[in-house]
């Protein structure tokens, strides 16, 4: 990635999360939703824009679909912003990377978890011998 379309991926995941924040009313798109990360291509036609939402009841193809209904509205607006002679053309998809942290987190507790049990069953082994 050039250092231009660096800035450009930056200034679009800051513009949309403005964005949402301050001028969505789809209430598809209420809730904790972030953007996690852009990523635009080298010809800068094209942005690909993932998405993260923290919730119980997260319907993430509704999320989808709305971010696909306003897709018009954050093209409009970014381009009044930029200063480029085209705007790309944005494609949303759902970054699942933070649930599966969360995973990763449970199965480390879980074998921390059984190795300490291990563990003391040794040592509970190891005291009898005595």
Same mark, same amino acid.
């Given at each position: 990635?050039?250092?231009?379309?660096?800035?450009?991926?930056? *200034?679009?995941?800051?513009?949309?999360?403005?964005?949402?924040?301050?001028?969505?009313?789809?209430? $598809?798109? =209420?809730?904790?939703?972030?953007?996690?990360? @852009?990523? @635009?291509?080298?010809?800068?036609?094209?942005?690909?824009? *993932?998405?993260? +939402? @923290?919730?119980?009841?997260? !319907?993430?193809?509704?999320?989808?679909?709305? *971010?696909?209904?306003?897709?018009?509205?954050?093209? $409009?607006?970014?381009?009044?912003? &930029? =200063?480029?002679?085209?705007?790309?053309?944005?494609?949303?998809? *759902?970054? !699942?990377?933070?649930?599966?942290?969360? =995973? &990763?987190?449970?199965?480390?507790?879980?074998? +921390?978890? +059984?190795?300490?049990?291990?563990?003391?069953?040794? $040592?509970? $082994?190891?005291?009898?011998?005595?």
């Amino acid at each position: 990635m050039t250092r231009r379309t660096e800035r450009l991926s930056q *200034f679009i995941q800051n513009e949309i999360s403005d964005l949402l924040c301050k001028h969505i009313n789809d209430p $598809r798109l =209420n809730g904790l939703i972030s953007v996690t990360r @852009v990523s @635009v291509t080298s010809d800068m036609r094209n942005a690909k824009v *993932f998405i993260s +939402a @923290v919730g119980d009841n997260i !319907d993430k193809d509704e999320i989808l679909k709305g *971010f696909a209904s306003a897709s018009g509205f954050f093209r $409009r607006e970014l381009a009044h912003h &930029l =200063n480029t002679r085209i705007t790309p053309e944005l494609e949303f998809y *759902f970054d !699942d990377s933070i649930e599966r942290g969360i =995973n &990763l987190i449970n199965l480390i507790d879980r074998v +921390a978890a +059984a190795d300490s049990q291990a563990e003391k069953d040794v $040592r509970k $082994r190891y005291s009898k011998r005595k």
